[in-house]
Protein backbone atom coordinates (compact mmCIF):
# COMPACT_ATOMS: atom_id res chain seq x y z
CA UNK A 1 0.00 0.00 0.00
CA UNK A 2 0.87 3.65 -1.16
CA UNK A 3 2.62 6.19 1.57
CA UNK A 4 0.08 8.30 2.84
CA UNK A 5 1.58 12.08 2.40
CA UNK A 6 0.53 15.23 3.79
CA UNK A 7 1.28 18.19 1.87
CA UNK A 8 1.32 21.65 3.58
CA UNK A 9 0.06 25.27 2.23
CA UNK A 10 0.31 27.97 4.26
CA UNK A 11 -1.75 30.72 3.07
CA UNK A 12 -2.00 34.62 3.81
CA UNK A 13 -3.49 36.64 1.66
CA UNK A 14 -2.91 34.26 -1.28
CA UNK A 15 -5.67 34.52 -3.80
CA UNK A 16 -3.70 35.53 -6.85
CA UNK A 17 -1.55 32.72 -7.61
CA UNK A 18 -3.67 30.01 -5.61
CA UNK A 19 -5.92 28.63 -8.07
CA UNK A 20 -2.78 27.15 -9.89
CA UNK A 21 -1.56 26.18 -7.34
CA UNK A 22 -4.22 24.05 -5.82
CA UNK A 23 -4.83 22.77 -9.31
CA UNK A 24 -1.13 21.87 -9.24
CA UNK A 25 -1.68 19.42 -6.14
CA UNK A 26 -5.04 18.10 -7.24
CA UNK A 27 -3.79 16.70 -10.57
CA UNK A 28 -0.94 14.82 -8.59
CA UNK A 29 -0.27 11.15 -10.43
CA UNK A 30 0.63 10.09 -6.93
CA UNK A 31 -2.84 9.69 -5.26
CA UNK A 32 -2.29 8.90 -1.70
CA UNK A 33 -2.39 12.53 -0.15
CA UNK A 34 -3.95 14.86 2.36
CA UNK A 35 -3.84 18.71 1.80
CA UNK A 36 -3.19 20.72 5.24
CA UNK A 37 -4.56 24.04 4.37
CA UNK A 38 -3.20 26.72 6.80
CA UNK A 39 -4.74 29.74 6.50
CA UNK A 40 -3.03 32.71 8.88
CA UNK A 41 -6.32 34.69 8.78
CA UNK A 42 -7.03 35.72 5.58
CA UNK A 43 -8.64 38.46 4.57
CA UNK A 44 -8.78 38.06 0.93
CA UNK A 45 -10.45 35.57 -1.21
CA UNK A 46 -8.00 32.77 -0.39
CA UNK A 47 -10.99 30.98 1.43
CA UNK A 48 -13.37 31.25 -1.52
CA UNK A 49 -10.88 29.81 -3.87
CA UNK A 50 -10.20 26.81 -1.54
CA UNK A 51 -13.88 26.19 -1.40
CA UNK A 52 -14.50 26.71 -4.95
CA UNK A 53 -12.03 22.82 -5.16
CA UNK A 54 -14.49 19.96 -4.84
CA UNK A 55 -11.78 17.56 -3.13
CA UNK A 56 -12.39 15.60 -0.37
CA UNK A 57 -8.58 15.61 0.61
CA UNK A 58 -8.37 19.13 0.78
CA UNK A 59 -8.52 20.05 4.66
CA UNK A 60 -8.99 23.71 5.66
CA UNK A 61 -8.17 25.34 8.99
CA UNK A 62 -8.26 28.68 10.48
CA UNK A 63 -5.96 29.89 12.55
CA UNK A 64 -6.96 31.34 16.11
CA UNK A 65 -4.42 34.25 15.83
CA UNK A 66 -2.23 35.39 13.28
CA UNK A 67 1.50 33.87 13.81
CA UNK A 68 4.78 33.99 12.19
CA UNK A 69 4.91 31.97 9.03
CA UNK A 70 7.28 28.84 10.83
CA UNK A 71 4.92 29.23 13.65
CA UNK A 72 1.88 28.35 11.51
CA UNK A 73 4.03 25.75 9.14
CA UNK A 74 4.45 23.93 12.90
CA UNK A 75 0.87 24.34 13.89
CA UNK A 76 0.24 22.56 10.31
CA UNK A 77 2.56 20.25 10.83
CA UNK A 78 0.45 18.64 13.68
CA UNK A 79 -2.33 18.78 11.72
CA UNK A 80 -0.93 15.97 9.25
CA UNK A 81 -1.29 12.28 9.67
CA UNK A 82 0.97 11.33 6.95
CA UNK A 83 4.24 9.64 7.31
CA UNK A 84 6.04 12.25 4.90
CA UNK A 85 5.55 16.18 5.18
CA UNK A 86 5.76 17.84 1.58
CA UNK A 87 5.56 21.72 1.20
CA UNK A 88 4.27 23.97 -1.15
CA UNK A 89 4.36 27.98 -1.08
CA UNK A 90 0.67 29.29 -2.37
CA UNK A 91 2.66 31.55 -5.19
CA UNK A 92 4.67 28.09 -6.75
CA UNK A 93 3.31 25.26 -8.42
CA UNK A 94 4.46 21.50 -8.71
CA UNK A 95 4.52 19.41 -11.73
CA UNK A 96 2.53 16.38 -11.92
CA UNK A 97 4.92 13.82 -10.96
CA UNK A 98 6.15 16.14 -8.06
CA UNK A 99 4.92 13.10 -5.71
CA UNK A 100 5.43 10.16 -8.40
CA UNK A 101 8.74 10.74 -8.76
CA UNK A 102 9.54 10.01 -5.02
CA UNK A 103 7.58 6.70 -4.76
CA UNK A 104 10.99 4.97 -4.59
CA UNK A 105 12.22 7.58 -1.79
CA UNK A 106 9.03 6.42 0.30
CA UNK A 107 9.68 3.09 0.56
CA UNK A 108 13.58 3.27 1.01
CA UNK A 109 14.42 3.63 4.77
CA UNK A 110 17.97 4.64 3.97
CA UNK A 111 16.37 8.05 3.40
CA UNK A 112 14.23 10.40 5.48
CA UNK A 113 14.23 13.56 3.59
CA UNK A 114 13.87 14.06 -0.36
CA UNK A 115 14.97 17.75 -2.50
CA UNK A 116 14.55 18.29 -6.05
CA UNK A 117 16.01 20.38 -9.06
CA UNK A 118 13.38 23.08 -9.61
CA UNK A 119 12.44 25.83 -12.54
CA UNK A 120 12.69 29.91 -11.42
CA UNK A 121 9.76 31.38 -13.44
CA UNK A 122 10.39 35.34 -13.43
CA UNK A 123 6.62 36.42 -13.51
CA UNK A 124 7.32 39.50 -15.71
CA UNK A 125 9.56 37.96 -18.48
CA UNK A 126 7.22 34.68 -18.79
CA UNK A 127 10.42 32.85 -18.18
CA UNK A 128 11.63 29.98 -16.72
CA UNK A 129 15.30 29.04 -15.68
CA UNK A 130 16.73 25.78 -13.79
CA UNK A 131 18.22 26.25 -10.76
CA UNK A 132 21.21 24.64 -10.92
CA UNK A 133 22.90 23.26 -14.32
CA UNK A 134 24.51 21.08 -12.73
CA UNK A 135 24.19 17.71 -11.21
CA UNK A 136 23.30 17.47 -7.59
CA UNK A 137 24.57 15.49 -4.66
CA UNK A 138 22.71 13.67 -2.55
CA UNK A 139 23.82 11.62 0.85
CA UNK A 140 25.61 13.70 3.24
CA UNK A 141 25.00 17.34 1.71
CA UNK A 142 25.52 19.71 4.95
CA UNK A 143 28.75 21.10 2.89
CA UNK A 144 27.50 21.48 -0.24
CA UNK A 145 24.73 23.28 1.49
CA UNK A 146 27.06 25.43 3.05
CA UNK A 147 28.80 26.90 -0.25
CA UNK A 148 25.98 26.86 -2.53
CA UNK A 149 22.34 25.90 -1.15
CA UNK A 150 20.05 24.68 -3.90
CA UNK A 151 16.51 23.35 -1.68
CA UNK A 152 13.25 24.84 -2.28
CA UNK A 153 11.05 24.86 0.98
CA UNK A 154 8.22 23.63 -2.09
CA UNK A 155 10.16 21.34 -3.66
CA UNK A 156 11.49 19.13 0.05
CA UNK A 157 9.34 16.52 1.11
CA UNK A 158 10.65 15.44 5.31
CA UNK A 159 9.96 12.67 7.43
CA UNK A 160 7.17 13.87 10.17
CA UNK A 161 9.67 11.61 12.47
CA UNK A 162 12.51 13.93 11.20
CA UNK A 163 10.85 16.75 11.92
CA UNK A 164 9.73 16.25 15.32
CA UNK A 165 13.41 15.11 15.86
CA UNK A 166 14.93 18.72 15.14
CA UNK A 167 11.72 20.00 16.74
CA UNK A 168 10.15 21.26 13.40
CA UNK A 169 11.41 24.98 12.58
CA UNK A 170 12.26 27.52 14.74
CA UNK A 171 9.37 30.07 14.84
CA UNK A 172 11.54 32.99 15.84
CA UNK A 173 12.51 33.19 11.85
CA UNK A 174 9.64 34.81 9.10
CA UNK A 175 12.33 33.97 6.11
CA UNK A 176 15.47 31.41 6.56
CA UNK A 177 13.04 28.87 9.03
CA UNK A 178 13.10 26.23 6.41
CA UNK A 179 17.32 26.95 5.63
CA UNK A 180 18.00 27.11 9.17
CA UNK A 181 15.76 23.35 9.78
CA UNK A 182 17.39 21.64 6.58
CA UNK A 183 21.20 22.52 7.51
CA UNK A 184 19.88 21.05 11.02
CA UNK A 185 18.61 17.65 9.21
CA UNK A 186 21.60 17.61 6.71
CA UNK A 187 23.94 17.10 9.79
CA UNK A 188 22.21 13.69 10.73
CA UNK A 189 20.53 12.01 7.88
CA UNK A 190 21.32 11.59 4.12
CA UNK A 191 19.15 13.32 1.50
CA UNK A 192 17.52 11.31 -1.28
CA UNK A 193 17.88 13.85 -4.34
CA UNK A 194 15.59 13.83 -7.82
CA UNK A 195 17.98 15.43 -10.62
CA UNK A 196 14.89 16.59 -12.94
CA UNK A 197 13.16 20.01 -12.17
CA UNK A 198 9.39 18.79 -10.49
CA UNK A 199 8.57 22.51 -9.84
CA UNK A 200 8.23 26.24 -10.34
CA UNK A 201 9.38 28.48 -7.64
CA UNK A 202 7.35 32.09 -8.63
CA UNK A 203 9.67 34.91 -8.87
CA UNK A 204 6.99 38.07 -9.57
CA UNK A 205 8.21 40.86 -7.25
CA UNK A 206 6.11 40.51 -4.30
CA UNK A 207 7.60 37.62 -2.71
CA UNK A 208 8.40 38.35 1.11
CA UNK A 209 12.30 37.44 1.22
CA UNK A 210 12.57 40.59 -1.64
CA UNK A 211 10.27 42.89 0.41
CA UNK A 212 12.15 42.45 3.73
CA UNK A 213 15.80 41.90 2.61
CA UNK A 214 16.83 43.78 6.42
CA UNK A 215 15.05 40.71 7.87
CA UNK A 216 16.62 38.26 5.31
CA UNK A 217 20.38 40.12 7.25
CA UNK A 218 19.07 39.99 10.80
CA UNK A 219 17.94 36.36 10.46
CA UNK A 220 20.88 34.88 9.29
CA UNK A 221 23.09 37.35 11.38
CA UNK A 222 21.25 35.44 14.05
CA UNK A 223 21.72 32.13 12.77
CA UNK A 224 25.23 32.79 12.45
CA UNK A 225 25.74 33.48 16.05
CA UNK A 226 23.80 30.96 17.73
CA UNK A 227 24.97 27.97 15.85
CA UNK A 228 27.11 25.02 17.45
CA UNK A 229 30.58 25.24 16.70
CA UNK A 230 30.85 21.91 15.85
CA UNK A 231 32.75 20.08 13.30
CA UNK A 232 30.25 20.82 10.46
CA UNK A 233 30.15 24.57 11.22
CA UNK A 234 33.82 25.02 11.64
CA UNK A 235 34.82 23.22 8.71
CA UNK A 236 32.07 25.86 6.56
CA UNK A 237 32.66 29.08 8.45
CA UNK A 238 34.32 30.70 5.72
CA UNK A 239 31.05 30.09 3.53
CA UNK A 240 28.83 31.66 5.96
CA UNK A 241 30.30 34.65 6.47
CA UNK A 242 30.52 34.76 2.79
CA UNK A 243 26.36 34.32 3.14
CA UNK A 244 26.22 36.69 5.89
CA UNK A 245 28.02 39.83 3.83
CA UNK A 246 25.95 38.80 0.79
CA UNK A 247 22.84 39.58 3.04
CA UNK A 248 24.36 42.57 4.41
CA UNK A 249 24.97 44.03 1.04
CA UNK A 250 21.65 43.36 -0.48
CA UNK A 251 20.11 44.97 2.85
CA UNK A 252 21.74 48.28 2.42
CA UNK A 253 21.72 48.39 -1.27
CA UNK A 254 18.68 49.79 -2.20
CA UNK A 255 19.04 52.75 0.33
CA UNK A 256 22.50 53.41 -0.91
CA UNK A 257 21.67 53.50 -4.56
CA UNK A 258 18.83 55.79 -3.48
CA UNK A 259 20.87 58.72 -1.29
CA UNK A 260 23.32 57.71 -4.48
CA UNK A 261 20.54 59.90 -7.09
CA UNK A 262 19.65 61.78 -4.79
CA UNK A 263 23.55 63.51 -4.80
CA UNK A 264 23.59 63.45 -8.58
Not at 9 to 28: A, D, F, M, R
Not at 61 to 76: H, P
Request: glycine share 2%.
Amino acid sequence: MSKLISIIVNCYNGEKYLKQTLESIQKQNYTNWELIFWDNQSTDNSKAIFDSFNEPRFKYFYSEKFTSLYEARNLACRKCNGEFIAFLDCDDWWYDDFLSERESFFLNKQFKFSYSKFHYFFQKSDKFKINYENELPNGKIYDFLSKNYQVAISGLIVSKDLLEKINFFNKEFNIIGDYDAVMKISKIEEAHVIQKPLLSIRIHGENFSDRHRKMSFKEFKKWYFFQERDSFFNKNKFFFQKKLLHFFIVSITPKFLKDLLKKK
